[in-house]
């Protein structure tokens, strides 16, 4: 992150302790995914009849090739990783072959975790997670600014009390391009933040990053 990474950097900080972690658009705790590379390219422009099912336009796209790489080394560098989950961070890549890859940095010691995924796979943005999860989820919020991209905070299943630990939030960087970061808070922030809120400020971080691989 870079937003200047610091300030950012610095918020999360301040509401997580030195503790908490995020990660991808697939929930599930200790087994969550974790990167590798797409094997499927991003697309270059968007389709037409994007976006769609209520998904907001992103007015500023970013271009495909910022979800080109790998999120390992381009999502967050060590020094950020350091700074949002104290060390040591074991870094776990792995590849979902129904979205693309995802990194997923570890303190095991404090329990906390971050998973980024790229969506490259879908082509489809924010549309399909507004379409297929929106009505899976028990937390839904949608966040009008991070770092000038449209995207939601998401968690839980309807009816159930929203997880204390966990949160996804999903930025749209294009109308066909996305990425999730997920929030695994460690147990000693368990109940004392809202997991959303510091997913929003890590996916911010990762917003700023890849802008700055953009060139912008």
Known sequence: MTRRFVLSVCVIVAAVGLLS???????GNGDTPSPGSSSTPPSS?????????GAPKVASPLP????A??????ALT???TDVLLGSPVKVTPRNLPELGAVCAWSNLERGSRIDVTYDTTTHTGLSKLYQNTKPQSGVWKPLTDVQGFPAVAHAG???QKPPVDFCVVSVGL???LAIDVSLFLGPAKRGAVDPCDVAGQAAGAVAI???AKAGE
């Open 69 to 74: 790489g790998d999120p390992c080394t381009d």
């Open 78 to 80: 060590p020094s950020q």
């Open 209 to 211: 990053t890849l802008k």
């Open 64 to 67: 495909a090739s910022v979800l």
């Open 21 to 27: 972690a995020c990660g991808g658009r697939v929930p």
């Open 45 to 53: 422009s968007a389709p037409s009849g994007l976006p769609y099912a």
């Open 157 to 159: 299943q309807p009816g």
């Open 174 to 176: 294009a109308d066909d």
